[in-house]
Each structure stands twice: as structure tokens, then as C-alpha cells.
């Protein structure tokens, strides 16, 4: 199974929105409402930050969303915080062996 | 609160197996998939597969299709991951997760497994 797409990296000034993308098949990201978005800290577990594509589990701010269009989802954070520095990865559902993929990840850099 | 617990660091020469546990708490360990994702350091996540605690039932990444093979035991509430004919490339942590519709909401600590001969 191939990655899904995403930026290497990504960056903005605190108070601003940034936006990543991640990019996939019809056999994925585009074919099912099954996309998710994780954020890792150094050394630390990943953390789910929206799951089916827009939805946010209890506990997430609300400043994190996610949309999809076509074959492509993103991940928006608006009022970037000093925290909010990490990697984040897409996943998705995809038919091919009704497995997961994941996305190569995108370091987000608060300047 | 829910969580999953890891079995601690281990270190294998190339050539070996090794079997990683993940024991589940404070939720219902047989009504949700296990997934298992590695993550060799300084790269992404890749996801290696799941198990249905209830069935027993797997599905693996072609990738590692007859190198891995994941179980669970019920009655402790534990799933198992095991990674045979270890390679230097296999040298990285493996996280255990729970599954929430098609996400993965709770993770373990992460296992580091060093291959070195």
C-alpha cells in the first residue's frame, strides 16, 4: 500500500491557521469518509485529533478540523498555539487489502 | 480511565522473533480492534495490522504478511504482536491501539524493539 501525501512540513505565527493536506486514491481517501488525524510530540504516543474525516473526539479543541474533497482531506488548526508544534499524520481506510494507510506526516513549526 | 500498557523494551539479534503485549483497562477489551503500527526512528507511522479481540480474526499489511502474526487472550484483557525473522530495518517502536470506528483513539506507550547483532 502506498503513503498517502502530505507536506513535509508546515508553519505559521501563533494566532494564525494553517492548513495540511493529505492526498490519496480513489481506493482510499477518496472512496470512504474514514480519514483520520493523529499529532505526536517527540517521543510521545500519537494522539487522535479527528476521526471520520471531520469529527473530534471529546476533549479536542475545537480550534483542530478536518474537511475532504475528491481524493484529498486536510486538517485545519486555527489560533495556532505554542503547543500545537508536533508532527501529524493522516490515515485512512482503503479497500486495498481492507487495510490502513498512513500519510508520510508533516512537522508543524510555530515561529 | 481507559488505557493500554505495554510489555517493556526488548533487544534481539537479526534472525529473531519477538512478541510485544499490549493489555487493555477500563473498557470493554473484547468490543474493539487492536491495531498495531510501527515507527522506525525519525520516520512516520505505518500500520501493520489489526486484530478483532472477539473473533480473533486478523488482517495484516501486505508487507508483513508471514512475518507477523497478532493474537489476544480474553481472559487478561491482552493482545499480542509478534515480528519474526528480525532485520536491522525492523529496529523501531511499536504502538498498540485501540479502534474507534475507523480511528484509533487510545494508544500504549510504545514498545522500542533495538535488532543488533
Known amino acids: 500500500q502506498s503513503a498517502l501525501t502530505q507536506p513535509a512540513s508546515v508553519s505559521g505565527s501563533p494566532g494564525q491557521s494553517i492548513t495540511i493536506s493529505c492526498t490519496g486514491t480513489s481506493s482510499d481517501v477518496g472512496g470512504y469518509n474514514y480519514v483520520s488525524w493523529y499529532q505526536q510530540h517527540p517521543g510521545k504516543a500519537p494522539k487522535l485529533m479527528i476521526y471520520e474525516v471531520s469529527n473530534r473526539p471529546s476533549g479536542v479543541s475545537n480550534r483542530f478540523s478536518g474537511s475532504k474533497s475528491g481524493n484529498t482531506a486536510s486538517l485545519t488548526i486555527s489560533g495556532l498555539q505554542a503547543e500545537d508544534e508536533a508532527d501529524y499524520y493522516c490515515s485512512s481506510y482503503t479497500n486495498n487489502n481492507a487495510g490502513v494507510v498512513f500519510g508520510g506526516g508533516t512537522k508543524l513549526t510555530v515561529l | 480511565q481507559v488505557q493500554l500498557v505495554q510489555s517493556g523494551a526488548e533487544v534481539k539479534k537479526p534472525g529473531a522473533s519477538v512478541k510485544v503485549s499490549c493489555k487493555a483497562s477500563g473498557y470493554t477489551f473484547i468490543g474493539y480492534y487492536i491495531h498495531w503500527v510501527r515507527q522506525a526512528p525519525g520516520q512516520g507511522l505505518e500500520w501493520m495490522g489489526r486484530i478483532n479481540p472477539n473473533s480473533g480474526g486478523t488482517k495484516y499489511a501486505q508487507k508483513f504478511q508471514g512475518r507477523v502474526t497478532m493474537t489476544r487472550d480474553t481472559s487478561i484483557s491482552t493482545a499480542y504482536m509478534e515480528l519474526s525473522r528480525l532485520g536491522s530495518d525492523d529496529s523501531a517502536v511499536f504502538y498498540c491501539?485501540?479502534?474507534?470506528?475507523?480511528?484509533?483513539?487510545?494508544w500504549g506507550q510504545g514498545t522500542t524493539v533495538t535488532v543488533s547483532s
Open positions: 491501539a485501540k479502534g474507534q470506528g475507523n480511528g484509533m483513539d487510545v
